[in-house]
């Protein structure tokens, strides 16, 4: 017996402690954070930072604080801010981090330098533009439901991401897009309706290289874009016209659930110049067809058909709008760079892309259409 005690004594000699603890109590812990430009070139800086208020009996209450101030760079607008607040600015629980449009137009990574050079920094934490308005309009908005504004914003990413609207891409995964040359991205973009108190997401904001080109495939084309780059959510719907029979407009339109996608790219090298092919074979499910009369011989295969013309049209269409923006979101430069690093170092894909053909094809086959016919 004294021989084990004397054992785990010796042993814990060598165990390591909480070295590196931080309690919550010494910290105000920003949840969401925003940067705009400013009038002058400075950078403006707005978090939203939440405390609890303990109560006697029961659960507390919570407030919310925002905090803004101006600065040259982020961590100096960091320090301003820790001279405003009680306890210590803690980046660490950062659910999303918003950039004014006119400041997402310039360079952003010196916005986010900061973040990736800190190791108590959120990258898990999703990055949004704000079309036609502030980060800090946003941050401080009036909005109803959810008591935190990171809530409020976060939930709304989230909700794109599952309905296949948005990537769902963190500022982790962002970061190897920012820096290498050949693939650009895209993020979400929200803009404040209703007088302040709704927040909507308006469609994909479009980057080259490290700035937005002020281009963005639509609410309304988002489904598509993201089954294009092989992207798929929980849900995945589309809604497209396929007839035109002069009767009730609704009559004309039918909704499919994309059960599974198969998306192939291929980009060859032809005599020195580049061409790419995309091709996505889906299997989808009919939720919605005011026309019915699905039982009747080879009106299945005929919708299947025009879904496939439809989606093709939609497919040429936003990857003409990529091509205008030079927002190279396919990764197609990356894979000239590997493949054909002969051509690469022969041309400036900036140039070079918006002139490539882009050929996408798009295959839909129906494998269920309801229980009622």
């Known amino acids: 017996m004294k021989v084990c005690f004397f054992i785990c004594m010796v042993c814990t000699l ?7 603890e931080k309690q919550f109590k010494n910290v105000k812990l920003v949840l969401s954070l925003g940067f705009d430009q400013g009038e002058e070139g400075e950078i403006i800086q707005t978090v939203s930072i939440p405390t609890v208020n303990r109560a006697s009996e029961g659960p507390g209450s919570e407030s919310l604080q925002i ?9 100096h607008a960091r320090d301003k801010i820790d001279q405003m607040i009680s306890e210590t600015y803690d980046p660490s629980k950062v659910k999303v981090v918003l950039l004014g449009e006119d400041l997402a137009k310039k360079n952003i990574y010196p916005i986010l330098d900061d973040m990736y050079r800190s190791p108590r920094s959120n990258l898990n934490a999703y990055l949004a533009v704000v079309e036609e308005g502030t980060a800090k309009e946003v941050i401080s908005m009036n909005h109803s439901g959810a008591t935190r504004i990171s809530n409020y914003i976060g939930g709304l990413l989230e909700a794109a991401v599952s309905s296949t609207h948005a990537t769902g891409e963190n500022l982790q995964l962002l970061c190897a897009e920012l820096l290498e040359p050949g693939i650009d991205f895209s993020v979400p973009l929200l803009k404040i309706e209703d007088d302040g108190s709704l927040l909507t997401f308006n469609g994909m904001g479009l980057f080259h290289e490290k700035a ?4 963005k495939i639509g609410a309304e084309q988002t489904t598509m874009y993201m089954l294009l780059q092989g992207v798929k ?17 609704i009559l004309d339109y039918v909704t499919v659930s994309v059960a599974e996608n198969d998306r192939k790219m291929k980009v060859e090298n032809k005599d020195g110049e580049i061409a790419a092919t995309i091709h996505l074979d889906m299997s ?3 939720a919605e067809y005011p026309s019915d009369h699905l039982y009747v011989k080879g009106r299945i295969e005929e919708i299947s058909k025009k879904l496939s013309e439809r989606l093709t049209e939609e497919s040429v269409d936003i990857i003409a709008q990529l091509q205008e923006a030079n927002s190279d979101v396919f990764g197609i430069g990356r894979r000239v760079k590997a493949y054909h690093p002969e051509v690469w170092k022969e041309i400036d894909w900036s140039e070079t892309y918006p002139e490539i053909s882009i050929t996408p094809t798009v295959e839909v086959e129906i494998i269920q259409h309801g229980i009622i016919n």
């Open 14 to 20: 060598f165990l390591t402690g909480c070295w590196d």
């Open 67 to 75: 905090v803004s101030t101006s600065a040259n760079t982020p961590l």
């Open 212 to 215: 937005y080109t002020g281009e």
């Open 233 to 249: 959510g929980r849900v995945a719907r589309l809604t497209e016209k396929i007839d035109d029979n002069g009767k009730d407009e």
């Open 284 to 286: 989808v499910k009919i």
